[in-house]
């Protein structure tokens, strides 16, 4: 009986020695939290949660800007942010703290992409009239003589004049024909060759409907060479022309050069007989880069051809010349001239659209690559002042430029995305453009 008290005694003294022990760990617990807390506070640093950074590039674009982000942050203040950062963090969390700290807003980038508008206008379509059944025939004369290889701000006369052809031709309606006439395209400029030079007036495209790869392969090869024989070009329009002619027909030539005539021919002369003929056709006249001499005398054709002028400089596009004088042309004329317009009008818009979309994109990638230097610059301030060491550097590095790589693949989905939108908004223009069209002939045939 005696030994159970006994051993009942040291139970409850050992009971009582296990919780005064455990007191006394609570204590000394409490004492070290409380005395780390009072350290922090004396460095100044703050207990800070770290979120944890987004990995879908939508998401990355959502969360910033980061808490700290200015754009007019000197090395002082990230400094200063930097100091807030606990110490002895694993890469992860250096890179968690940096992209919440430091992420930039693209807010401004995204909003090039979003306010983006993919729809193209048409106008309205004139009224028929009862000679709407007439047809349209064009004969387009390219100078091709060496001067046309001059540069204009950096551009080639020639290779403008290739792109704005091609971009006429194929806004041209199904019922119209046009043929290409080019000049002076062989030989050179010396006075041995004048005379191969001045011969040289070829019909590179029939008088045709539009077919894109024939016309194409029609300029592709074409280079200035020679001198220009002006009025020789116009006498083979009238060949070209008259091949195919009839009351049904409107007939209309443009020419395009940057020059005088130098071959000893009478351009003002043959384009007065061409406006005046049977073939009534209209001559007007598109100078490039001219001097004041140069563009008196091709006024005077375009005069004298009952066509319109115009003079360009400085390189502006060639197509925007004939746009021009198109434009000037519906006022009177039917609807296949509008649809022609309209269609001109559409790949205006399509490539001023294009540049825009490429505007954003350019946007869209500065924004991300200066955030990606401003966070490998804060990087290396922590690396520098021996707040991570070498192995923590190099695995954030790491992960910024994944987050990089990201926003820029993110980025060029964008550019895609956006780029069809836009193709498809193209299409269905053309397509409501034909629908108009038609209606149009089928009011004009019930007439």
């Given at each position: 009986m005696?030994?159970?008290?006994r051993s ?6 050992l ?10 760990s609570?204590e ?15 460095s ?7 979120p944890?950074?987004?990995?879908e ?10 808490k ?9 203040d990230i400094?200063?942010v ?9 890469d ?8 919440d ?8 980038a ?6 983006f ?5 048409l106008?309205?379509a004139p ?6 059944d ?7 004369l ?12 950096g ?13 006429f031709?194929s ?16 030989g050179?400029?010396?006075e041995?060759?004048?005379a ?15 077919d ?18 002006l009025a020789?070009?116009l ?7 008259g ?7 409107e ?17 003002v ?16 006249v ?10 008196k ?15 360009v ?5 060639m197509f925007?010349m004939?746009?021009?004088i198109?434009?000037?042309?519906v ?10 317009r309209?269609?001109?009008?559409i ?16 946007v869209f ?18 690396e520098?002042?021996?707040r991570?060491?070498?192995?923590t ?27 069809q939108?836009l ?14 069209k038609?209606?149009?002939m ?6």
């Amino acid at each position: 009986m005696k030994m159970i008290k006994r051993s009942s005694i040291i139970f409850l003294a050992l009971t009582s020695l296990f919780i005064v022990l455990a007191a006394c760990s609570n204590e000394n617990q409490s004492t070290s939290g409380e005395e780390d807390t009072q350290a922090q506070k004396a460095s100044g640093k703050k207990e800070i949660d770290i979120p944890e950074a987004p990995t879908e590039p939508e998401k990355m674009v959502e969360n910033g800007p980061g808490k700290s982000f200015a754009n007019d942050m000197t090395d002082d203040d990230i400094a200063q942010v930097l100091k807030e950062m606990p110490s002895d963090l694993k890469d992860k969390d250096v890179y968690n703290y940096l992209i919440d700290q430091f992420a930039y807003d693209y807010s401004d980038a995204m909003n090039a992409y979003e306010s983006f508008d993919p729809q193209f206008e048409l106008t309205k379509a004139p009224d028929v009239q009862a000679d709407e059944d007439k047809v349209q025939h064009i004969s387009l004369l390219l100078d091709s003589s060496g001067s046309m290889g001059a540069y204009v701000n950096g551009n080639r006369k020639m290779d403008e004049a290739k792109t704005a052809l091609k971009d006429f031709a194929s806004s041209m309606s199904e019922e119209t024909k046009t043929s290409l006439i080019v000049y002076g395209h062989k030989g050179t400029g010396s006075e041995e060759d004048k005379a191969l030079s001045c011969d040289s007036i070829e019909l590179s495209y029939p008088l045709s409907t539009y077919d894109k790869d024939s016309f194409n392969k029609a300029l592709k090869d074409l280079e200035p060479a020679g001198w220009t024989p002006l009025a020789g070009s116009l006498e083979k329009a009238r060949e070209v022309l008259g091949s195919d002619a009839g009351d049904n027909v409107e007939n209309v030539i443009y020419v395009i050069s940057d020059g005088t005539e130098t071959c000893g021919g009478n351009p003002v002369k043959k384009a007065k007989e061409l406006h005046e003929s049977d073939l009534n056709a209209t001559v007007n006249v598109i100078a490039f880069d001219v001097n004041s001499e140069e563009q008196k005398q091709l006024k005077e054709v375009a005069d004298a051809g009952g066509g319109s002028f115009k003079s360009v400089a400085n390189g502006k596009s060639m197509f925007d010349m004939v746009d021009e004088i198109v434009d000037e042309a519906v006022s009177g004329l039917d609807v296949n001239l509008w649809t022609a317009r309209e269609g001109q009008d559409i790949n205006n818009e399509h490539r001023g659209k294009q540049n825009e979309l490429n505007d954003a994109e350019s946007v869209f990638n500065a924004f991300i690559d200066d955030e990606h230097d401003a966070l490998m610059g804060a990087l290396d301030k922590l690396e520098e002042s021996g707040r991570i060491d070498e192995e923590t550097a190099n695995q954030t590095e790491q992960k910024l430029s994944d987050r990089r790589d990201t926003l820029r693949q993110y980025n060029d989905q964008l550019r895609k995305e956006y780029g069809q939108i836009l193709k498809d908004e193209r299409e269905k223009t053309f397509d409501l453009l034909d629908d108009i069209k038609q209606k149009k002939m089928d009011e004009l045939s019930k007439d």
